[in-house]
């Protein structure tokens, strides 16, 4: 069974950064983000491949956000610049027992509880 624990959200103003973290207990593969807005459906960012460190990234994002991971430490991470009003959201760190990017919720069977990410105009 694998924990994962995110840290690193907050209020931001637009235009600003937040690094989020993600740190797992147990063996992880590839590993992503994800996002859920008020009434609105869990949605992809971002992933990374657990041996080559290939990423994928939502259009949404792509250029402004970076996946990251220190498997030595067994922590992920997601650089967000350029942060936007529709930015905002619940951000779900995920894991996958697959080795190769994986971009939809079924293809994960961990999740962490969520860290909010709020940013204003």
């Known amino acids: 069974q694998v924990q994962l624990v995110e840290s690193g959200g907050g209020l931001v103003q637009a235009g600003g950064s937040l690094r989020l973290s993600c740190v797992a207990s147990?063996?992880?593969?590839?590993m992503g983000w994800f996002r859920q807005a008020p009434g609105k459906e869990r949605e992809f960012v971002a992933a990374?491949?657990?041996?080559?460190?290939?990423?994928h990234y939502s259009d949404s994002v792509k250029g402004r956000f970076t996946i990251t991971r220190d498997n030595a430490k067994n922590t992920l991470y997601l650089q967000m610049n350029s942060l936007k009003p529709e930015d905002t959201a619940v951000y779900y760190c995920?894991?996958?027992?697959?080795?190769?990017?994986?971009?939809?919720?079924?293809?994960?069977?961990?999740w962490g509880q969520g860290t909010q990410v709020t940013v204003s105009s």
């Open positions: 995920t894991a996958s027992n697959r080795w190769v990017v994986v971009t939809t919720p079924p293809e994960y069977s961990y």
């Open positions: 990374i491949s657990w041996r080559d460190g290939y990423t």
């Open positions: 147990g063996r992880t593969f590839a």
